[in-house]
């Protein structure tokens, strides 16, 4: 019988299947509708050449070389995919699937109206939103650099909590190992999306994330592939990867994808990692799936009902 899996930090807009993007590109897509250019706060001097990038795009391998998926898709147009997405994997398949509703780093205009989003779609079955999260980028964790990200964030965040929505955040990706603390105990996160860089500090790991059963979502092949760990130095030795450390200071996690597609992995090559090359043991792998459905934010029933079948 295959290994029973939870998956909590898989990206919905990371995970769409690059052969159907395609098949929608070059059937019915209108490309003049798509945004010429978009400007990454990251890059600021280079904006993103969209609709020539994609109008160069001669081939399904060409497409997958682009890898990227830059679609300008709103919440509300998000959630109404998840809307017909959700029933049909679990019906057909017997996934039981949730959502985190993102906040975006650099969009902090949207961080209120995420949260007013949670609270209007949470509970509603076919939705199944669980919780919020910050996303892409940890500059709003700065209060003193970058005040107008930090405010609406913060404040949507302690919404959140008075809403009581759960809130899990990414923190300590390849930033500040600051930001993890200050996820925990300024922002309420009772979960950090990666937190690699606080995994140095077995202090930290032990006083403040197992005596607060705080929970470490580890995406291993997105941690290398952004730098958020930085493997050997001749070759990639996963045996010395963040998870492995908290592991060993029996820290709550749970193993993910994050954005499959634009990582060419899935959740299955990431338990393989773990097992083959991080030499992690099929029984600890077994406990890891536990805490992971134990740390989700699916309701009480849910998770009882999952976890029976995690114990067999
Ligand atoms: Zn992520």
Redo the contacts with the bound molecule.
Sequence with gaps: MPLPKVEL???FD?ALANDLLYKHLTTNCDIESLPNDVFLPWEPDEPLQVRSLLQSCKSLSEFNCLCQCKGERSLNAMLKCFEIFSPLVRGQFGVVVNQLL?CINWRPEWADEVVELAKEFRGLPSCAVVGV?I?AGEEHFDSINFPALHGPHYDAMQKAASMGIPVTL?AG?NADPENVRKAVFLYGATRI??GYRASDDPKFLKNVCVDRNIHF?V?PT?SLETGGWVGGEEATDWKKHPLVKMLKAKCSLSI?S??PTVFKTSLNEEIGIVRNDMMIAEDDIRGIMRKSMEASFASEETKRSIISKLNY
Excluded: F, K, L, Y
């Design positions: 930090h898989v990206h990371g993102c999260d996303a990414h990706e999306g990666h979502e995406c997105s993910n994050d954005d």
